[in-house]
Protein backbone atom coordinates (compact mmCIF):
# COMPACT_ATOMS: atom_id res chain seq x y z
CA UNK A 1 0.00 0.00 0.00
CA UNK A 2 1.67 3.48 -0.88
CA UNK A 3 2.89 5.70 1.95
CA UNK A 4 1.20 8.95 2.25
CA UNK A 5 3.65 11.91 1.20
CA UNK A 6 4.29 12.63 5.04
CA UNK A 7 5.07 8.89 5.93
CA UNK A 8 7.78 8.88 3.46
CA UNK A 9 9.52 12.25 3.78
CA UNK A 10 9.84 11.04 7.24
CA UNK A 11 11.22 7.46 6.39
CA UNK A 12 13.88 9.08 4.32
CA UNK A 13 14.85 11.43 7.17
CA UNK A 14 15.48 8.44 9.75
CA UNK A 15 16.85 6.72 7.03
CA UNK A 16 19.79 9.97 6.65
CA UNK A 17 19.94 10.22 10.63
CA UNK A 18 20.47 6.47 10.51
CA UNK A 19 23.35 6.62 7.92
CA UNK A 20 25.09 9.71 9.96
CA UNK A 21 24.92 7.89 13.25
CA UNK A 22 26.66 5.02 11.35
CA UNK A 23 29.33 7.02 10.01
CA UNK A 24 29.87 8.81 13.26
CA UNK A 25 30.31 5.61 15.30
CA UNK A 26 32.37 3.11 12.51
CA UNK A 27 36.08 2.30 12.23
CA UNK A 28 38.13 5.48 11.54
CA UNK A 29 39.80 6.50 8.63
CA UNK A 30 43.59 4.69 8.80
CA UNK A 31 46.06 7.31 9.68
CA UNK A 32 48.95 8.70 7.19
CA UNK A 33 52.05 6.88 6.01
CA UNK A 34 55.21 8.46 7.60
CA UNK A 35 57.29 9.57 4.75
CA UNK A 36 60.72 7.10 4.04
CA UNK A 37 63.77 8.15 5.91
CA UNK A 38 65.91 10.68 4.25
CA UNK A 39 69.74 9.13 3.84
CA UNK A 40 72.49 10.79 2.36
CA UNK A 41 75.96 9.84 1.06
CA UNK A 42 79.04 11.57 0.45
CA UNK A 43 81.84 10.32 -0.70
CA UNK A 44 85.19 11.96 0.92
CA UNK A 45 87.56 11.08 -2.03
CA UNK A 46 86.15 10.15 -5.34
CA UNK A 47 89.26 8.66 -6.47
CA UNK A 48 90.95 6.15 -4.44
CA UNK A 49 93.66 3.84 -4.17
CA UNK A 50 94.06 1.80 -0.70
CA UNK A 51 92.71 -0.54 1.52
CA UNK A 52 89.32 0.03 1.51
CA UNK A 53 87.18 3.11 0.64
CA UNK A 54 84.99 5.04 3.51
CA UNK A 55 81.90 6.55 2.94
CA UNK A 56 80.22 9.49 4.98
CA UNK A 57 76.43 7.85 5.53
CA UNK A 58 73.49 10.28 7.51
CA UNK A 59 70.13 8.87 8.21
CA UNK A 60 67.02 11.14 9.69
CA UNK A 61 63.09 9.73 10.09
CA UNK A 62 63.65 6.87 11.90
CA UNK A 63 63.22 6.09 15.50
CA UNK A 64 65.45 3.30 15.03
CA UNK A 65 67.13 1.63 11.65
CA UNK A 66 67.41 -1.94 11.60
CA UNK A 67 69.71 -2.27 8.86
CA UNK A 68 72.20 0.25 6.77
CA UNK A 69 73.00 -1.16 3.35
CA UNK A 70 74.88 0.07 0.78
CA UNK A 71 74.42 -0.95 -2.68
CA UNK A 72 77.00 -0.41 -6.12
CA UNK A 73 73.94 0.48 -8.34
CA UNK A 74 71.19 -2.41 -7.99
CA UNK A 75 73.74 -4.62 -6.67
CA UNK A 76 74.15 -4.88 -2.77
CA UNK A 77 77.28 -4.73 -1.49
CA UNK A 78 77.14 -4.82 2.14
CA UNK A 79 75.03 -4.16 5.78
CA UNK A 80 76.37 -1.74 8.40
CA UNK A 81 75.23 -1.19 12.62
CA UNK A 82 74.35 2.16 12.93
CA UNK A 83 72.98 3.90 15.79
CA UNK A 84 72.73 7.10 14.95
CA UNK A 85 73.79 10.57 13.63
CA UNK A 86 76.64 10.79 10.72
CA UNK A 87 78.74 7.66 10.86
CA UNK A 88 81.80 6.64 8.68
CA UNK A 89 81.42 2.98 7.16
CA UNK A 90 84.61 1.45 4.60
CA UNK A 91 83.68 -1.26 1.83
CA UNK A 92 87.13 -3.19 1.92
CA UNK A 93 88.60 -4.50 -0.61
CA UNK A 94 86.92 -7.38 -0.84
CA UNK A 95 83.18 -5.85 -0.60
CA UNK A 96 83.49 -3.83 -4.28
CA UNK A 97 83.00 -5.91 -7.32
CA UNK A 98 85.89 -5.57 -10.26
CA UNK A 99 83.36 -5.72 -13.50
CA UNK A 100 86.07 -4.88 -15.95
CA UNK A 101 89.42 -5.93 -16.84
CA UNK A 102 90.72 -2.58 -15.64
CA UNK A 103 90.40 -3.78 -12.04
CA UNK A 104 89.85 -0.42 -11.26
CA UNK A 105 86.17 -0.38 -9.52
CA UNK A 106 83.58 2.48 -11.07
CA UNK A 107 81.38 2.64 -8.60
CA UNK A 108 78.22 4.21 -8.27
CA UNK A 109 77.29 4.11 -4.61
CA UNK A 110 73.78 4.19 -2.90
CA UNK A 111 72.95 3.83 0.97
CA UNK A 112 69.57 2.28 2.23
CA UNK A 113 68.21 3.03 5.07
CA UNK A 114 65.70 0.40 6.77
CA UNK A 115 63.53 1.63 9.54
CA UNK A 116 62.61 -0.36 12.53
CA UNK A 117 58.66 0.01 11.00
CA UNK A 118 59.99 -1.15 7.53
CA UNK A 119 59.72 1.87 5.72
CA UNK A 120 62.93 2.78 3.03
CA UNK A 121 64.71 5.13 2.46
CA UNK A 122 67.89 5.70 -0.13
CA UNK A 123 70.36 8.12 -0.71
CA UNK A 124 71.18 9.73 -4.00
CA UNK A 125 73.71 7.76 -6.36
CA UNK A 126 77.54 8.91 -6.05
CA UNK A 127 80.40 7.87 -8.10
CA UNK A 128 83.74 6.72 -6.70
CA UNK A 129 86.81 4.91 -8.18
CA UNK A 130 88.43 2.36 -5.75
CA UNK A 131 92.26 0.67 -7.04
CA UNK A 132 93.00 -1.90 -4.29
CA UNK A 133 96.28 -1.68 -2.64
CA UNK A 134 98.43 -3.49 -0.64
CA UNK A 135 99.28 -0.48 1.55
CA UNK A 136 99.07 3.65 1.82
CA UNK A 137 101.44 5.47 3.77
CA UNK A 138 102.00 8.90 3.94
CA UNK A 139 104.74 10.33 1.34
CA UNK A 140 107.04 12.41 4.09
CA UNK A 141 107.86 14.32 1.34
CA UNK A 142 104.24 15.57 0.11
CA UNK A 143 104.69 19.14 -1.69
CA UNK A 144 108.57 18.56 -2.25
CA UNK A 145 108.99 16.02 -4.87
CA UNK A 146 108.04 15.27 -7.89
CA UNK A 147 105.41 11.89 -8.25
CA UNK A 148 107.72 11.06 -10.92
CA UNK A 149 110.70 10.22 -11.76
CA UNK A 150 110.23 7.57 -8.73
CA UNK A 151 112.63 4.55 -7.73
CA UNK A 152 112.83 2.79 -4.95
CA UNK A 153 115.94 0.85 -2.63
CA UNK A 154 115.36 -1.98 -0.50
CA UNK A 155 112.66 -4.92 -0.03
CA UNK A 156 109.71 -5.50 2.18
CA UNK A 157 109.53 -2.99 4.88
CA UNK A 158 113.12 -1.91 4.38
CA UNK A 159 112.81 0.19 1.54
CA UNK A 160 113.45 3.74 0.84
CA UNK A 161 112.12 5.69 -2.02
CA UNK A 162 113.77 8.57 -4.36
CA UNK A 163 112.71 11.54 -6.20
CA UNK A 164 113.70 14.96 -6.93
CA UNK A 165 112.30 18.71 -6.97
CA UNK A 166 113.34 22.16 -7.93
CA UNK A 167 112.28 25.12 -8.11
CA UNK A 168 112.18 27.46 -10.89
CA UNK A 169 115.03 29.18 -10.74
CA UNK A 170 118.14 27.77 -8.26
CA UNK A 171 119.36 24.78 -7.23
CA UNK A 172 117.30 21.22 -7.56
CA UNK A 173 117.56 18.33 -4.97
CA UNK A 174 117.33 14.86 -4.80
CA UNK A 175 115.47 13.28 -1.63
CA UNK A 176 116.10 9.96 -0.12
CA UNK A 177 113.55 9.05 1.82
CA UNK A 178 113.17 5.63 4.23
CA UNK A 179 110.07 4.27 4.99
CA UNK A 180 110.71 5.91 8.68
CA UNK A 181 112.89 8.27 9.60
CA UNK A 182 114.55 11.43 8.43
CA UNK A 183 115.35 11.86 4.69
CA UNK A 184 118.95 12.18 3.37
CA UNK A 185 119.44 15.09 0.26
CA UNK A 186 121.85 16.17 -1.98
CA UNK A 187 122.23 19.13 -4.67
CA UNK A 188 122.03 17.94 -7.61
CA UNK A 189 124.88 19.45 -10.44
CA UNK A 190 121.88 18.74 -12.87
CA UNK A 191 117.73 19.52 -13.42
CA UNK A 192 115.34 18.00 -12.40
CA UNK A 193 112.11 17.54 -14.56
CA UNK A 194 109.80 15.00 -15.32
CA UNK A 195 111.98 13.65 -17.80
CA UNK A 196 114.66 12.82 -15.43
CA UNK A 197 115.58 9.25 -15.26
CA UNK A 198 116.92 7.64 -11.90
CA UNK A 199 118.60 3.98 -13.24
CA UNK A 200 117.98 0.93 -11.87
CA UNK A 201 120.95 0.10 -9.26
CA UNK A 202 124.24 -1.47 -10.99
CA UNK A 203 125.52 -4.53 -8.52
CA UNK A 204 127.56 -2.39 -6.46
CA UNK A 205 124.36 -0.44 -5.38
CA UNK A 206 125.15 2.65 -7.74
CA UNK A 207 122.95 4.23 -9.02
CA UNK A 208 122.84 7.28 -12.27
CA UNK A 209 120.56 9.94 -12.54
CA UNK A 210 120.37 12.13 -16.01
CA UNK A 211 117.83 14.34 -17.15
CA UNK A 212 118.11 14.04 -21.72
CA UNK A 213 119.48 17.30 -22.84
CA UNK A 214 121.76 17.72 -19.37
CA UNK A 215 124.48 16.51 -17.49
CA UNK A 216 124.53 13.21 -15.29
CA UNK A 217 125.56 11.96 -12.04
CA UNK A 218 126.16 8.75 -9.90
CA UNK A 219 125.04 8.10 -6.38
CA UNK A 220 126.11 5.47 -4.47
CA UNK A 221 124.78 2.59 -1.89
CA UNK A 222 125.34 5.22 0.95
CA UNK A 223 123.67 7.92 -1.23
CA UNK A 224 126.64 10.44 -1.81
CA UNK A 225 127.40 11.88 -4.97
CA UNK A 226 130.55 9.73 -7.15
CA UNK A 227 130.94 10.95 -10.23
CA UNK A 228 129.18 13.56 -12.85
CA UNK A 229 129.54 13.48 -16.94
CA UNK A 230 131.54 16.90 -17.99
CA UNK A 231 128.61 19.71 -18.42
CA UNK A 232 129.71 20.31 -21.78
CA UNK A 233 129.03 17.23 -22.65
CA UNK A 234 124.43 17.23 -22.48
CA UNK A 235 123.73 13.45 -22.51
CA UNK A 236 121.62 12.00 -25.27
CA UNK A 237 121.10 8.68 -23.55
CA UNK A 238 123.10 6.80 -20.75
CA UNK A 239 123.23 3.35 -20.43
CA UNK A 240 124.79 1.48 -16.92
CA UNK A 241 127.28 -1.03 -17.08
CA UNK A 242 127.37 -4.09 -14.62
CA UNK A 243 130.04 -2.63 -12.68
CA UNK A 244 128.15 0.81 -12.21
CA UNK A 245 130.13 2.96 -15.35
CA UNK A 246 127.92 4.77 -17.56
CA UNK A 247 127.90 5.18 -21.11
CA UNK A 248 127.28 7.82 -22.58
CA UNK A 249 126.01 9.16 -25.75
CA UNK A 250 126.36 12.56 -26.09
CA UNK A 251 123.93 15.12 -27.54
CA UNK A 252 125.85 18.41 -29.07
CA UNK A 253 129.26 16.26 -30.65
CA UNK A 254 128.72 12.97 -32.47
CA UNK A 255 130.68 11.14 -28.92
CA UNK A 256 130.57 7.70 -26.69
CA UNK A 257 132.35 7.59 -24.20
CA UNK A 258 132.47 5.24 -20.69
CA UNK A 259 132.60 7.25 -17.83
CA UNK A 260 134.16 6.12 -14.36
CA UNK A 261 131.49 5.30 -11.35
CA UNK A 262 134.05 6.67 -8.73
CA UNK A 263 135.93 10.54 -9.87
CA UNK A 264 139.36 10.93 -8.37
CA UNK A 265 137.68 13.86 -6.29
CA UNK A 266 133.83 12.49 -4.64
CA UNK A 267 131.83 14.22 -6.70
CA UNK A 268 133.72 15.60 -8.94
CA UNK A 269 133.53 15.00 -12.91
CA UNK A 270 134.48 11.86 -13.89
CA UNK A 271 137.52 9.94 -15.60
CA UNK A 272 136.10 9.24 -19.01
CA UNK A 273 138.06 5.67 -19.50
CA UNK A 274 137.56 5.97 -23.12
CA UNK A 275 135.86 8.00 -26.01
CA UNK A 276 134.47 7.02 -29.61
CA UNK A 277 133.92 9.28 -31.93
CA UNK A 278 131.78 8.18 -34.50
CA UNK A 279 132.76 8.33 -38.30
CA UNK A 280 129.94 10.47 -39.34
CA UNK A 281 126.99 12.74 -37.87
CA UNK A 282 124.02 9.46 -37.29
CA UNK A 283 120.41 9.24 -35.41
CA UNK A 284 120.60 7.28 -32.97
CA UNK A 285 118.06 3.94 -32.98
CA UNK A 286 118.77 1.77 -29.79
CA UNK A 287 119.82 2.46 -26.69
CA UNK A 288 123.73 1.19 -25.89
CA UNK A 289 124.09 -2.40 -25.08
CA UNK A 290 127.21 -3.99 -23.75
CA UNK A 291 127.48 -7.73 -24.77
CA UNK A 292 130.55 -10.04 -24.54
CA UNK A 293 132.77 -7.58 -23.49
CA UNK A 294 131.80 -5.01 -26.80
CA UNK A 295 129.66 -2.20 -26.98
CA UNK A 296 126.53 -2.24 -29.83
CA UNK A 297 125.57 1.04 -31.38
CA UNK A 298 123.20 1.14 -33.52
CA UNK A 299 122.45 4.81 -36.06
CA UNK A 300 120.88 5.77 -39.05
CA UNK A 301 123.43 7.45 -41.50
CA UNK A 302 122.30 9.80 -44.26
CA UNK A 303 123.79 9.06 -47.12
CA UNK A 304 122.23 11.14 -50.01
CA UNK A 305 118.72 12.55 -50.58
CA UNK A 306 115.65 9.53 -50.17
CA UNK A 307 118.27 7.56 -48.90
CA UNK A 308 119.85 6.26 -45.55
CA UNK A 309 121.88 3.01 -43.72
CA UNK A 310 120.90 1.62 -40.72
CA UNK A 311 124.65 0.31 -39.02
CA UNK A 312 125.62 -1.20 -35.96
CA UNK A 313 129.11 -0.60 -34.46
CA UNK A 314 130.97 -2.78 -32.20
CA UNK A 315 133.42 -0.92 -29.66
CA UNK A 316 135.78 -2.94 -27.41
CA UNK A 317 134.24 -2.22 -24.02
CA UNK A 318 137.74 -2.06 -21.93
CA UNK A 319 136.46 -4.83 -19.59
CA UNK A 320 140.37 -5.73 -18.94
CA UNK A 321 141.80 -2.26 -19.24
CA UNK A 322 138.72 0.08 -18.95
CA UNK A 323 141.55 2.84 -20.32
CA UNK A 324 142.19 0.74 -23.41
CA UNK A 325 138.54 0.94 -24.65
CA UNK A 326 136.71 2.31 -26.94
CA UNK A 327 138.25 0.57 -29.99
CA UNK A 328 136.22 -0.09 -33.09
CA UNK A 329 136.48 -3.53 -33.50
CA UNK A 330 133.14 -3.93 -36.41
CA UNK A 331 130.55 -2.15 -38.49
CA UNK A 332 127.73 -4.05 -40.02
CA UNK A 333 125.45 -2.52 -42.79
CA UNK A 334 122.11 -4.03 -41.70
CA UNK A 335 119.72 -2.50 -43.50
CA UNK A 336 119.47 0.18 -46.54
CA UNK A 337 116.57 2.35 -46.24
CA UNK A 338 114.89 3.94 -49.29
CA UNK A 339 112.13 6.99 -48.18
CA UNK A 340 109.90 8.80 -50.71
CA UNK A 341 110.77 11.83 -47.80
CA UNK A 342 114.19 13.63 -48.31
CA UNK A 343 115.74 12.48 -45.33
CA UNK A 344 114.09 9.02 -44.04
CA UNK A 345 112.67 8.76 -40.73
CA UNK A 346 114.61 6.91 -38.36
CA UNK A 347 112.80 3.46 -36.88
CA UNK A 348 112.38 2.75 -33.40
CA UNK A 349 114.99 0.49 -32.55
CA UNK A 350 115.62 -2.03 -29.78
CA UNK A 351 118.62 -4.67 -28.72
CA UNK A 352 117.75 -7.87 -27.85
CA UNK A 353 118.50 -9.49 -24.03
CA UNK A 354 121.66 -10.85 -25.34
CA UNK A 355 122.57 -8.02 -28.09
CA UNK A 356 122.53 -10.86 -31.03
CA UNK A 357 119.35 -8.90 -32.72
CA UNK A 358 118.42 -5.46 -33.51
CA UNK A 359 114.56 -4.71 -33.41
CA UNK A 360 113.41 -1.41 -35.78
CA UNK A 361 110.19 -0.63 -35.48
CA UNK A 362 109.27 1.25 -39.13
CA UNK A 363 106.45 4.06 -39.65
CA UNK A 364 104.83 4.99 -41.86
CA UNK A 365 104.99 1.54 -44.33
CA UNK A 366 101.46 2.58 -45.05
CA UNK A 367 98.58 5.46 -44.18
CA UNK A 368 99.13 5.32 -40.62
CA UNK A 369 100.31 1.46 -40.11
CA UNK A 370 104.16 0.79 -38.47
CA UNK A 371 105.79 -2.93 -39.01
CA UNK A 372 108.64 -4.36 -36.72
CA UNK A 373 111.27 -6.33 -38.04
CA UNK A 374 114.20 -8.27 -36.39
CA UNK A 375 117.42 -8.38 -37.78
CA UNK A 376 120.80 -10.11 -36.77
CA UNK A 377 122.76 -7.05 -35.19
CA UNK A 378 126.11 -9.65 -36.10
CA UNK A 379 125.73 -9.42 -39.63
CA UNK A 380 125.76 -7.38 -42.75
CA UNK A 381 122.12 -7.09 -44.48
CA UNK A 382 118.94 -8.06 -43.11
CA UNK A 383 118.23 -11.01 -45.90
CA UNK A 384 117.57 -14.61 -45.87
CA UNK A 385 119.21 -16.05 -42.50
CA UNK A 386 119.57 -12.43 -41.05
CA UNK A 387 116.54 -11.67 -41.44
CA UNK A 388 115.03 -13.20 -38.16
CA UNK A 389 110.91 -11.97 -39.06
CA UNK A 390 108.84 -9.24 -39.72
CA UNK A 391 105.73 -8.20 -38.31
CA UNK A 392 102.25 -7.78 -39.58
CA UNK A 393 100.67 -3.70 -39.69
CA UNK A 394 100.53 -2.03 -36.81
CA UNK A 395 98.08 0.53 -36.59
CA UNK A 396 99.41 4.03 -35.51
CA UNK A 397 103.40 5.56 -35.43
CA UNK A 398 105.77 3.43 -33.29
CA UNK A 399 107.87 5.16 -30.84
CA UNK A 400 109.72 3.01 -29.06
CA UNK A 401 110.37 -0.64 -28.99
CA UNK A 402 111.02 -2.56 -25.31
CA UNK A 403 112.14 -5.89 -24.79
CA UNK A 404 110.54 -7.81 -21.30
CA UNK A 405 109.68 -11.01 -20.12
CA UNK A 406 113.09 -12.27 -19.89
CA UNK A 407 113.74 -11.19 -23.46
CA UNK A 408 110.26 -13.51 -24.79
CA UNK A 409 108.46 -10.57 -25.75
CA UNK A 410 108.50 -6.74 -27.33
CA UNK A 411 106.17 -4.20 -26.21
CA UNK A 412 106.26 -1.98 -29.39
CA UNK A 413 105.04 1.39 -28.34
CA UNK A 414 103.12 3.62 -30.47
CA UNK A 415 101.81 7.81 -29.22
CA UNK A 416 98.66 5.63 -28.15
CA UNK A 417 98.67 2.11 -28.43
CA UNK A 418 100.97 -0.68 -27.77
CA UNK A 419 101.35 -4.15 -29.14
CA UNK A 420 103.07 -6.97 -27.35
CA UNK A 421 105.05 -8.97 -29.59
CA UNK A 422 107.11 -12.52 -29.39
CA UNK A 423 110.45 -11.71 -29.71
CA UNK A 424 111.23 -15.19 -31.53
CA UNK A 425 108.26 -14.73 -34.39
CA UNK A 426 106.65 -11.03 -34.12
CA UNK A 427 103.43 -12.59 -33.70
CA UNK A 428 101.14 -10.13 -31.90
CA UNK A 429 100.83 -11.92 -28.83
CA UNK A 430 97.45 -10.55 -26.79
CA UNK A 431 93.63 -11.80 -27.52
CA UNK A 432 92.04 -10.93 -30.27
CA UNK A 433 95.61 -9.69 -31.42
CA UNK A 434 94.37 -6.33 -30.26
CA UNK A 435 96.59 -3.41 -28.21
CA UNK A 436 96.74 -2.46 -25.17
CA UNK A 437 96.35 1.44 -25.27
CA UNK A 438 96.13 4.76 -23.22
CA UNK A 439 92.87 5.81 -21.91
CA UNK A 440 91.34 8.41 -24.23
CA UNK A 441 93.65 10.96 -25.75
CA UNK A 442 96.32 10.22 -23.22
CA UNK A 443 99.65 9.40 -24.43
CA UNK A 444 102.29 6.16 -23.36
CA UNK A 445 105.25 8.56 -21.65
CA UNK A 446 107.26 5.59 -19.80
CA UNK A 447 107.73 1.97 -19.91
CA UNK A 448 108.42 -0.09 -16.63
CA UNK A 449 109.57 -3.92 -17.61
CA UNK A 450 108.93 -6.50 -14.68
CA UNK A 451 112.14 -7.78 -13.29
CA UNK A 452 113.23 -11.12 -14.29
CA UNK A 453 111.26 -13.67 -13.66
CA UNK A 454 108.52 -11.81 -13.70
CA UNK A 455 106.71 -11.50 -17.16
CA UNK A 456 104.83 -8.59 -16.41
CA UNK A 457 105.03 -4.84 -17.94
CA UNK A 458 103.51 -1.31 -16.77
CA UNK A 459 102.88 1.43 -18.80
CA UNK A 460 102.53 5.50 -17.16
CA UNK A 461 100.49 7.45 -19.78
CA UNK A 462 99.57 11.31 -19.79
CA UNK A 463 98.85 14.03 -21.96
CA UNK A 464 100.37 14.93 -25.02
CA UNK A 465 103.60 17.27 -24.65
CA UNK A 466 102.62 20.47 -26.16
CA UNK A 467 104.77 21.44 -29.21
CA UNK A 468 107.97 22.99 -28.20
CA UNK A 469 106.58 22.74 -24.56
CA UNK A 470 107.79 20.89 -21.76
CA UNK A 471 107.33 17.54 -20.59
CA UNK A 472 104.03 16.17 -18.96
CA UNK A 473 103.62 14.20 -16.02
CA UNK A 474 101.73 10.50 -16.35
CA UNK A 475 98.27 10.81 -14.90
CA UNK A 476 97.43 6.93 -15.76
CA UNK A 477 99.04 3.77 -15.18
CA UNK A 478 98.15 0.49 -16.70
CA UNK A 479 100.19 -3.07 -16.98
CA UNK A 480 99.71 -6.27 -18.56
CA UNK A 481 100.54 -10.13 -17.58
CA UNK A 482 100.58 -13.25 -19.32
CA UNK A 483 98.56 -16.22 -19.49
CA UNK A 484 99.50 -19.50 -19.10
CA UNK A 485 99.19 -19.35 -22.73
CA UNK A 486 101.67 -17.11 -23.25
CA UNK A 487 99.07 -14.29 -24.12
CA UNK A 488 99.78 -10.92 -22.46
CA UNK A 489 96.29 -8.85 -21.23
CA UNK A 490 95.80 -5.90 -19.87
CA UNK A 491 96.09 -6.82 -15.64
CA UNK A 492 94.74 -3.61 -14.27
CA UNK A 493 94.46 0.13 -14.81
CA UNK A 494 94.14 3.34 -12.96
CA UNK A 495 93.54 7.13 -13.52
CA UNK A 496 94.20 10.26 -11.43
CA UNK A 497 93.40 13.65 -11.47
CA UNK A 498 97.11 14.42 -10.60
CA UNK A 499 100.67 13.39 -11.56
CA UNK A 500 101.84 9.47 -10.38
CA UNK A 501 104.69 8.08 -10.24
CA UNK A 502 105.67 4.58 -9.95
CA UNK A 503 108.98 2.23 -9.47
CA UNK A 504 110.15 -1.50 -8.57
CA UNK A 505 111.74 -2.32 -5.46
CA UNK A 506 114.26 -4.90 -5.25
CA UNK A 507 111.49 -7.48 -4.94
CA UNK A 508 109.78 -6.65 -7.87
CA UNK A 509 106.89 -5.35 -6.48
CA UNK A 510 105.19 -2.03 -7.88
CA UNK A 511 105.22 0.98 -6.14
CA UNK A 512 103.40 4.34 -6.90
CA UNK A 513 103.33 7.83 -5.96
CA UNK A 514 100.03 10.40 -6.07
CA UNK A 515 98.50 12.87 -4.05
CA UNK A 516 101.05 12.72 -1.37
CA UNK A 517 100.56 9.16 -0.96
CA UNK A 518 102.88 6.35 -1.33
CA UNK A 519 101.14 3.21 -2.41
CA UNK A 520 102.64 -0.37 -2.72
CA UNK A 521 100.47 -2.47 -5.56
CA UNK A 522 98.87 -5.90 -4.88
CA UNK A 523 100.97 -8.81 -5.86
CA UNK A 524 100.06 -9.38 -10.09
CA UNK A 525 98.40 -12.43 -9.21
CA UNK A 526 95.88 -10.79 -6.64
CA UNK A 527 94.79 -8.54 -9.43
CA UNK A 528 94.63 -11.40 -12.14
CA UNK A 529 92.40 -13.13 -9.39
CA UNK A 530 89.84 -10.32 -9.23
CA UNK A 531 90.07 -10.00 -12.96
CA UNK A 532 86.84 -11.16 -14.18
Not at 52 to 79: E, H, I, M, Q, W
Not at 263 to 272: D, L, N, R, W
Not at 326 to 339: E, M, N, V
Not at 465 to 471: E, F, K, Q, S, T
Request: glycine share 10%; with cysteine.
Amino acid sequence: MPHPSLTRHAWRAALALTAGLSAACGDPKPPPTPDPPQVSLTVPEAIVAGTALPVVVTVSGCDTVSSLNLYDRDTFLKTYPYSGGTVTVELASADIPYRTAGMAANLSLIAEAVCDDARKGRSLPQPATFFPVTRVLDDPQRGAAFNFPLAVDGTGNNVAFLGCSGPTVGTHTLYRQPLTGTAQTLAMPSLCTPETVITAPASDGTRWVWTPGFSAFAVDSSFQITSRSHPDFPVRTLTVMDNGDALIRSLSVVRVSRLSRRASTPGGVGQEHWVYQTQKIGTPIAPLKVRNGRVLISNQYQENENRAQIIVEELDAGDSNPTTGGALLDTHLIRDIISTASTPPPPAGAFSDDGSILFLGFYPVAPDRSQVVACAADADGCEGTNSRWTSTLLVGPMRGLVPYANGSRIAAVGTQRVWLLSSADGTVRSPGGASVDANGALNVLHVIPGRPPSTDITFLAGPARPAGGAATSPVEIFAADQSSSGEGREVFRFQVPVSLGAALDGDGRLWMRTGGKLMQALPTNQYRSARP
